[in-house]
């Protein structure tokens, strides 16, 4: 098993460019979340999704888009990336809510 | 906002000592859990300890909760090099579908 993978492990854009960020998991889980991580801030929750079809904001969900058309894919979306999205994100599944999350490596964005 | 608060945010200590760094919460929680990050990696689960226990041990790990003071501790004993990490504290409490993060405590064990 996999377990959780992201892709891209790095990427840097420029103000206003776009990406997208996928998340996939191999676990059969039906939990998944976007978090970003900043010096000195913890992880802060992004977005999640509780089954397939499924979204629901977070705590910091502005700036960000996601969906989730298949059970082992959750995908995050910048449409027009700004420099305070600078950060490190990282993807999570888990089996049920509030249980042991798995961590993807994470993706380090740079946004010039 | 409703992160944990963890103190303290660094510690460095001799291998073959003990560390301990301690989390408090606001709301009230169904458990709570702690986990480490090595540099540049993602978060892996260590320990959950639910909100009717009081302590919890794996291997050298203790963590105990206080649910009247809204606060848990993590004990690593006899630390090694490699316990060189990040650790986060975890909660989620009523019928919240996620977890909310503490802000860590950097460990470092030096030889």
């Known amino acids: 098993n996999a377990g959780v993978t992201q892709t891209p492990k790095f990427r840097v854009l420029k103000t206003g460019q776009s990406m997208t960020l996928l998340c996939a998991q191999d676990?059969?889980?039906?939990?998944m979340y976007w978090y970003r991580q900043d010096p000195g801030m913890g992880l802060r929750l992004i977005h999640y999704?509780?089954?397939?079809?499924?979204?629901a904001k977070g705590e910091v969900p502005d700036g960000y888009n996601v969906s989730r058309l298949k059970k082992q894919n959750f995908l995050l979306g910048l449409e027009s990336a700004a420099p305070s999205q600078t950060s490190v994100y990282f993807c999570?599944?888990?089996?049920?809510?509030?249980?042991?999350?798995?961590f993807g490596p994470g993706t380090r964005l740079t946004v010039l | 906002s409703q992160q944990g608060e963890e103190d303290p945010q660094a510690l460095s200590i001799q291998e073959g000592e003990n560390a301990t760094m301690n989390c408090s919460y606001k709301?009230?929680?169904?458990?709570l859990q702690w986990y480490r990050q090595n540099s540049g990696r993602g978060l892996v689960h260590l320990i959950l300890?639910?909100?009717?226990?009081r302590e919890k041990h794996s291997g050298r790990l203790r963590v105990t909760l206080d649910t009247s003071k809204k606060s848990s501790s993590l004990l690593i004993t006899a630390s090694r090099a490699a316990d060189t990490a990040s650790y986060f504290c975890?909660?989620?409490?009523?019928?919240?579908?996620?977890?909310?993060f503490g802000t860590g405590t950097r460990l470092q064990v030096t030889l």
């Open positions: 999570a599944s888990s089996y049920v809510a509030g249980v042991v999350q798995y």
């Open positions: 676990m059969n889980h039906e939990y």
């Open positions: 999704s509780v089954g397939e079809g499924t979204t």
């Open positions: 709301t009230s929680i169904n458990n």
């Open positions: 300890i639910r909100s009717n226990e």
């Open positions: 975890a909660f989620s409490g009523g019928t919240a579908s996620k977890l909310t």
